[in-house]
């Protein structure tokens, strides 16, 4: 199944994650999420527009990752770092390029001007030392003799948008997607199987928070619902006292 001789070339070919720890943008508020999450969360969100590879996302959020790590970064500015790494994945991913993907507000007002554009992206690839192929768990996973469907690219967009997971190396997380999705723990090293086992149990969390918010959503509707009824129901029983009284 797997391809040892491409496993071996990628591995040469893989660059270590230059990340640090203590940067504000990796520190999780409360409920266990950095700001990078959000940011990343969003890119993918807007992803969606696109019909694009699961690589072009995953370089991304290389490209993401580099830079907070290079470059001082105002809040104002997070959203043109992420849909410019994107522009930039895609520029070189994608064999259509669809150039510079522009942002807009609710009166579709450009949020950035071309050189606010053009300044990021050379900031981009100064940080990125103009190097735009990275390897990525969807390469390990393609060697693995694995098919990058649905199912596997959502469980990598799982993965990136969730810091604690993503900051393990690319073979580890690939492993443990591999073994996540085949459930072949008796293959794998203790670290795989522990990042694997992260994997589930974030999995499952999101599943019970998504399930416990669905309940609160379908019993406020029925709530809202109901004050609607009763608040036409008041109304109608006014308009008719007026009657009477006129």
């Known amino acids: 199944m797997f391809d040892q001789e491409q496993l ?3 591995q ?3 660059k270590d994650k230059k990340l640090n720890f203590e940067l504000p943008f990796y520190i999780g508020n409360s409920q266990g999420v950095c700001r990078r999450d959000i940011l990343i969360q969003w890119v993918i969100s807007q992803s969606q527009y696109f019909k694009h590879s699961i ?3 995953e370089l991304a959020v290389i490209y993401i990752d580099t830079y907070l790590n290079f470059f001082n970064i105002g809040p104002q500015y997070l959203e ?3 849909i410019s790494a994107y522009s930039l994945a895609s520029k070189f991913n994608e064999t259509e390029a669809i150039g510079q993907i522009k942002l807009q507000n609710n009166l579709s007002q450009e949020l950035f001007d071309d050189q ?4 990021m992206e ?4 100064k940080s990125l030392e103009f190097q735009l192929n990275y390897i990525t768990p969807s390469d390990y996973l393609i060697a693995m003799g694995i098919q990058i469907d649905e199912s596997i690219s959502s469980l990598i967009m799982f993965v990136l948008m969730d810091f604690e997971i993503y900051k393990h190396s690319q073979i580890v997380l690939a492993l443990a997607i591999f073994n996540f999705s085949q459930d072949q723990s008796n293959m794998f090293t203790d670290r795989v199987k522990s990042v694997t086992k992260l994997i589930k149990n974030k999995i499952n969390k999101a599943q019970d928070q ?3 918010d669905k ?3 379908d019993e406020t509707g029925v709530l809202e619902s109901n004050l609607c009824t009763k608040k036409k129901i008041y109304k109608r029983r006014e308009s008719k006292k007026l009657k009477q009284l006129a």
């Open 8 to 10: 071996t070339e990628l």
């Open 12 to 14: 040469k070919r893989d």
């Open 55 to 57: 690589k072009t996302l």
């Open 80 to 82: 043109l770092l992420g």
């Open 116 to 119: 606010e554009y053009n300044e």
């Open 122 to 125: 050379v900031q981009l690839l």
């Open 210 to 212: 998504f399930n416990l």
């Open 215 to 217: 309940t609160e959503n």
